[in-house]
Nanobody, 121 residues
Framework: QVQLVESGGGLVQAGGSLRLSCAASGSIFSIGTMGWYRQPPGKQRELVASITSGGSTNYADSVKGRFTISRDSAKNMVYLQMNSLKPEDTAVYYC???????????????WGQGTQVTVSS
């Protein structure tokens, strides 16, 4: 069974930093785009950043210059380095990955369970 497991969330003061990690485990043939989404309290889930298998990145305007996404394809992991955190970054952060389970299957989107990030003012 394939799992995406996030870690690294927590409570931090405004201006601080956190690093989120997400590990994909199980029977995986290949991984396409990986990304981080977040869902602030009472709001919809939104894209924070994504990275393709080739290393191309995409960021939400609200995090550009503060967050950096990276991946280690050999370890099936994706990371989100978050600097200069603001109270408005408070949310549950979810890892997402497009996974292929065999050479005969197409990519399917998979989600982690989420990790809470709270930024105090």
């Amino acid at each position: 069974q394939v799992q995406l497991v996030e870690s690294g969330g927590g409570l931090v003061q405004a201006g601080g930093s956190l690093r989120l990690s997400c590990a994909a485990s199980g029977s995986i043939f290949s991984i396409g785009t990986m990304g981080w989404y977040r869902q602030p309290p009472g709001k919809q889930r939104e894209l924070v950043a994504s990275i393709t298998s080739g290393g191309s990145t995409n960021y939400a305007d609200s995090v550009k210059g503060r967050f950096t996404i990276s991946r280690d394809s050999a370890k099936n992991m994706v990371y989100l380095q978050m600097n200069s955190l603001k109270p408005e970054d408070t949310a549950v952060y979810y890892c997402n990955a497009d996974l292929r389970y065999s050479r005969f299957s197409s990519f399917a989107s998979s989600w982690g369970q989420g990790t809470q990030v709270t930024v105090s003012s």
